[in-house]
């Protein structure tokens, strides 16, 4: 850790109003404390701005699991928490590194600059754009530390930008997803800026456009609203769905090419595409009965809707065309997704369940186009959770609901 670091702070005391030497000092000596104990501290300590300690603390101990490069770097400055929250991780900010490069980069919604960060080391020159000064100020002196010369700073309007003149490589934008009363936005409209009412300017200002969306948002309605998107990416890492990235250029796609994407913990990225026009076109087999592997695919491609597509390329079949969970004969190695044998199939009646279930009261749970929701089953079975039995709740091509008794595919 290069914690002596810190001290260099103080070069931006007078734009980003940071604090005395006694802070730094002391955040030099208690990086490891708990944010909440140091809070209740500060009568203890009158000359160090304990709320500034206490925010630099949580931030670093988020940044250790979400950016843990710039958590290796010990003069980095850390924003309040919402802005930790909402700042784009590592493994997806590197993940836009790899499909953007060129000589002009603008980031017209800059925030802390994680994805700036890492999408500058494949442009010349970069422009990073926000109009909140203090994070902008933060940015700055982030972005110093990194060595990362080629990033400009602007506090300004995305929109005031994007209408200026000039034209660039490319242009990435992370429209705010939340309304004015803090609840997620469901609507592209409710975003900030409004991306629908300024797409053909996106496309005049620049040759490529990269816009990061919420996973809520719908695959097949985007594909309809941006003629142009040549590729939309689902991104997850560890198997939770983390964005949506829509990649626009300047020729109309009739179907964009869908990418799927799970970054693991070792960064090695599980990786799937289709189109939407093939997905329509392909054709699945139903197995009549449950085979002797059981798949269940990754967060990304569950989220994209191409399961006939997936099914079909990896000669898997599907028990129920709403059930969206995938059998085979023969093993299927390096799957996308969790892999189970299956040790039996079972009714509801006392009988069977009786026979089945009578050697474990713990169990792992997952119901797939059934009428029962997880906790209405367990406590209808009186299986306590977890332990190294899986049960899939589903109903099967024939109609009939059954369960499937399975352990993990090591």
Same mark, same amino acid.
């Given at each position: 850790m290069r914690f002596d670091q810190i001290c260099t702070f103080v070069i931006m005391d007078a734009v980003f109003n940071l604090p005395n030497e006694p802070t730094i000092e002391f955040l030099r000596n208690h990086w490891n404390d708990d944010p909440a104990t140091l809070l209740l501290q500060s009568d203890r300590y009158p000359d160090v701005d304990m709320a500034w300690v206490a925010q630099q603390v949580k931030g670093r101990k988020k940044a250790k699991e979400k950016i843990?490069?710039?958590?290796?770097?010990?003069?980095?400055?850390?924003?309040?928490?919402?802005?930790?929250?909402?700042?784009?991780?590592?493994?997806?900010?590197?993940y836009k590194a790899d499909i953007c490069s060129g000589s002009t980069l603008v980031d017209l919604t800059g925030g802390l600059g994680v994805d700036t960060a890492f999408m500058s080391k494949n442009f010349t020159d970069v422009t990073y754009v926000e109009r909140n000064e203090e994070l902008v100020a933060l940015a700055w002196y982030n972005f110093s530390q990194l060595r990362l010369a080629n990033i400009n700073t602007e506090n300004r309007d995305a929109i005031e930008v994007l209408y200026s003149e000039g034209e660039v490589d490319w242009l990435y934008i992370d429209p705010a997803r939340r309304k004015e009363n803090q609840q997620k936005a469901v609507l592209l409209s409710d975003c900030e800026p409004d991306i629908l009412e300024h797409q053909a300017r996106l496309l005049q200002k620049a040759k490529n456009v990269l816009?990061?969306?919420?996973? /809520?948002? %719908? !695959?097949?309605?985007?594909?309809?609203?941006?003629?142009?998107a040549g590729e939309i990416h689902i991104v997850s890492v560890n198997n939770e769905c983390k964005e949506l990235l829509l990649r626009l250029d300047r020729e109309e796609h009739i179907s964009p090419q869908i990418i799927c994407v799970n970054i693991l913990k070792e960064g090695e990225r599980q990786r799937f595409e289709f189109t939407l026009a093939n997905e329509v076109k392909s054709g699945v087999s139903v197995a009549a009965n449950p085979l002797a592997y059981l798949y269940e695919p990754n967060a990304s491609?569950?989220?994209?809707?191409?399961?006939?597509?997936?099914?079909?390329?990896?000669?898997?079949?599907?028990?129920?065309?709403?059930?969206?969970?995938?059998?085979?004969?023969?093993?299927?190695?390096?799957?996308?997704?969790?892999?189970?044998?299956?040790?039996?199939?079972?009714?509801?009646?006392?009988?069977?369940?009786?026979?089945? /279930?009578? %050697? !474990?009261?713990k169990a792992n749970i997952t119901v797939r186009n059934f009428p029962l929701s997880v906790a209405e089953l367990r406590k209808k079975l009186g299986l306590q959770d977890g332990g190294v039995v899986y049960l899939f709740a589903i109903t099967l091509s024939s109609g009939k609901n059954a369960l499937i008794r399975c352990r993990k595919d090591s």
């Amino acid at each position: 850790m290069r914690f002596d670091q810190i001290c260099t702070f103080v070069i931006m005391d007078a734009v980003f109003n940071l604090p005395n030497e006694p802070t730094i000092e002391f955040l030099r000596n208690h990086w490891n404390d708990d944010p909440a104990t140091l809070l209740l501290q500060s009568d203890r300590y009158p000359d160090v701005d304990m709320a500034w300690v206490a925010q630099q603390v949580k931030g670093r101990k988020k940044a250790k699991e979400k950016i843990p490069s710039w958590y290796e770097n010990g003069a980095i400055a850390y924003p309040i928490s919402i802005s930790m929250e909402q700042c784009s991780s590592e493994a997806t900010a590197k993940y836009k590194a790899d499909i953007c490069s060129g000589s002009t980069l603008v980031d017209l919604t800059g925030g802390l600059g994680v994805d700036t960060a890492f999408m500058s080391k494949n442009f010349t020159d970069v422009t990073y754009v926000e109009r909140n000064e203090e994070l902008v100020a933060l940015a700055w002196y982030n972005f110093s530390q990194l060595r990362l010369a080629n990033i400009n700073t602007e506090n300004r309007d995305a929109i005031e930008v994007l209408y200026s003149e000039g034209e660039v490589d490319w242009l990435y934008i992370d429209p705010a997803r939340r309304k004015e009363n803090q609840q997620k936005a469901v609507l592209l409209s409710d975003c900030e800026p409004d991306i629908l009412e300024h797409q053909a300017r996106l496309l005049q200002k620049a040759k490529n456009v990269l816009i990061k969306l919420s996973p /809520l948002f %719908d !695959i097949t309605a985007l594909s309809r609203l941006f003629p142009n998107a040549g590729e939309i990416h689902i991104v997850s890492v560890n198997n939770e769905c983390k964005e949506l990235l829509l990649r626009l250029d300047r020729e109309e796609h009739i179907s964009p090419q869908i990418i799927c994407v799970n970054i693991l913990k070792e960064g090695e990225r599980q990786r799937f595409e289709f189109t939407l026009a093939n997905e329509v076109k392909s054709g699945v087999s139903v197995a009549a009965n449950p085979l002797a592997y059981l798949y269940e695919p990754n967060a990304s491609i569950q989220k994209s809707g191409g399961f006939k597509s997936f099914a079909h390329q990896f000669g898997l079949e599907i028990l129920h065309s709403n059930t969206r969970l995938y059998m085979s004969v023969n093993r299927i190695e390096n799957f996308q997704g969790r892999s189970f044998i299956v040790e039996s199939v079972f009714g509801f009646s006392k009988q069977e369940l009786k026979a089945s /279930l009578s %050697d !474990i009261k713990k169990a792992n749970i997952t119901v797939r186009n059934f009428p029962l929701s997880v906790a209405e089953l367990r406590k209808k079975l009186g299986l306590q959770d977890g332990g190294v039995v899986y049960l899939f709740a589903i109903t099967l091509s024939s109609g009939k609901n059954a369960l499937i008794r399975c352990r993990k595919d090591s």
